[in-house]
């Protein structure tokens, strides 16, 4: 059991390479892309589809949309979210066909990458002012991200203030 307290084997396919990790039992979705060799434990959810870009899965499982339905339809234990693999198989995930929405999952892709960058440089800052402008800068790439996936599913402006005000 130690140093790790891993008591069960697991493949090791699953701790290398592109992945999606979340905390199994969250307040906040929370869905973080590695692409580097990365040892958890079950404390975590690992996902690694093959039929998913997946940053554009990690820009769209990360978004209000989803978080709203993991929220009202998805496993809940107290006020928690309980990601497990069943509800994260139940979430209606949006697969771009046409040009324009191929476009937006670019975007989404892209928007993702620009955030992954900027949280990276959060962690070497020491300036409190420059800390405060790159916390901006992400906030802003994850209103982006939301307002492509509101495009994407084809929420309207009034169904986007609902969900926004359920998640305050």
């Given at each position: 059991?130690?140093?790790?307290?891993?008591?069960?084997?697991?493949?090791?396919?699953f701790f290398e390479g592109e992945k999606i990790f979340s905390l199994r039992k969250t307040k906040e979705v929370s869905f973080t892309y590695t692409?580097?060799?990365?040892?958890?434990s079950r404390a975590?959810?690992?996902i690694k589809p093959e039929d998913f870009n997946l940053k554009y899965l990690t820009g769209l499982l990360n978004s209000k949309l989803i978080h709203f339905w993991l929220k009202f339809k998805g496993k809940k234990q107290g006020e928690q979210l309980q990601i497990d693999k069943a509800p994260?198989?139940?979430?209606?995930?949006y697969k771009p066909e046409s040009k324009d929405e191929i476009k937006i999952q670019e975007e989404i892709v892209k928007t993702?990458?620009?955030?992954?960058?900027?949280?990276k440089k959060l962690l070497n800052i020491k300036?409190?002012?420059?800390k405060h402008l790159l916390e901006k800068q992400i906030k802003a790439f994850e209103e982006k991200i939301d307002n492509l996936v509101f495009r994407l599913y084809e929420i309207n402006r009034e169904e986007q203030e609902i969900i926004k005000e359920s998640l305050k």
């Open positions: 059991f130690k140093p790790y307290g891993l008591h069960r084997p697991r493949e090791q396919k692409d580097f060799p990365c040892y958890v975590f959810l690992i994260l198989l139940e979430i209606p995930l993702v990458d620009l955030t992954i960058e900027a949280s300036l409190d002012s420059e």
